[in-house]
């Protein structure tokens, strides 16, 4: 409480939907915007002579999804990465391992990336799981543990206050990132939604202000209340384009993704946010 003329100093830390503290992620995911897009104004190295080598570490042992070592993101100083069940901050100056701590499982460092959102890491690991973690300490703070399995082999979501994985085997889910039971490391979290597709997922999706739109590995494409998991529409493309093989992008009004077969799709977004399949 003030009185008249007296001063004080306060530090205010941002506030996460978790209740974290907010750290400073200059890149914190696969995309470097949320429209899943990695556009910046830095400059590329025009010939191998140009770039300049200021550090290398080994880490891993091979190519294996398993033992080699994953794509980083960079939180505060630190470059967070895994290798095989090891999640490590690395210095970025030096990549000396700064501090780690063992998962529950391991990941699947070929394809996959750790998350970095509200004050909490998450990792897609192997066998069906995702794991959360206190970005400050690495402490884990709770574990999803799908009933379907496979990894999770595409990118995560992060969209206010929930986490959209999508894994291989067959379902896309939907995950609140509260932690219910705060003095528990090992909490088994349930989805707040699932939507089952038999071909799986292995694509990243993209979440709007009302809807998800996700491409399946049985080369459709779906619109679902990103609330409650509840189809709105869906979309089945050709045979010859074959299942999607990027994530979902946005960018003016427009979602844009790729297929295995060389195909770019792009559908308008109607005025009620949803796909316009008549003018697209």
């Not at 830095?42 to 880490?59: D, G, H, I």
């Not at 088994?188 to 491409?215: H, I, M, N, P």
Request: charged share 20%; net charge negative; proline share 2%.
């Amino acid at each position: 409480r003030l009185i008249q003329d007296e001063e004080r100093t306060f530090t205010l830390h941002k506030s996460s939907g978790s209740g974290l503290e907010e750290l400073d992620a200059q890149w914190g995911g696969y995309w470097k915007n949320e429209s899943n897009q990695n556009i910046v104004d830095a400059m590329a190295p025009a010939a191998r002579l140009e770039a300049e080598v200021s550090w290398q570490k080994q880490y891993g042992e091979n190519a294996d999804y398993g033992k080699s070592v994953s794509d980083g993101i960079l939180v505060e100083n630190y470059i967070c990465c895994f290798n095989g069940n090891i999640l490590m901050y690395l210095d970025k100056d030096t990549g000396e391992i700064v501090k780690s701590v063992k998962m529950a499982a391991w990941g699947n460092s070929s394809f996959t990336k750790p998350l970095y959102a509200a004050g909490m890491i998450f990792v897609p690991l192997s066998d069906g799981k995702l794991q959360a973690f206190n970005a400050r300490t690495l402490e884990s703070m709770w574990i999803y543990k799908d009933n379907v399995g496979g990894n999770a082999a595409s990118a995560l979501r992060y969209d206010s206050g929930y986490i959209y994985a999508a894994f291989a085997n067959g379902n896309l889910v939907c995950i609140s990132i509260n932690d219910e039971k705060p003095n528990s490391t090992n909490e088994e979290k349930l989805a707040v939604w699932k939507q089952y597709d038999s071909k799986g997922y292995r694509t990243g999706v993209y979440t709007s202000e009302k809807y998800l739109f996700a491409c399946s590995h049985s080369t459709t494409l779906y619109c679902l209340d990103k609330k409650t998991g509840e189809i709105v529409q869906k979309t089945s493309l050709p045979l010859e384009a074959g299942a999607a093989s990027t994530a979902v992008s946005y960018e003016n009004g427009r979602i844009y993704f790729a297929t295995e077969n060389g195909y770019l799709y792009s559908y308008t977004l109607a005025e009620d946010g949803k796909l316009d399949t008549e003018s697209s």
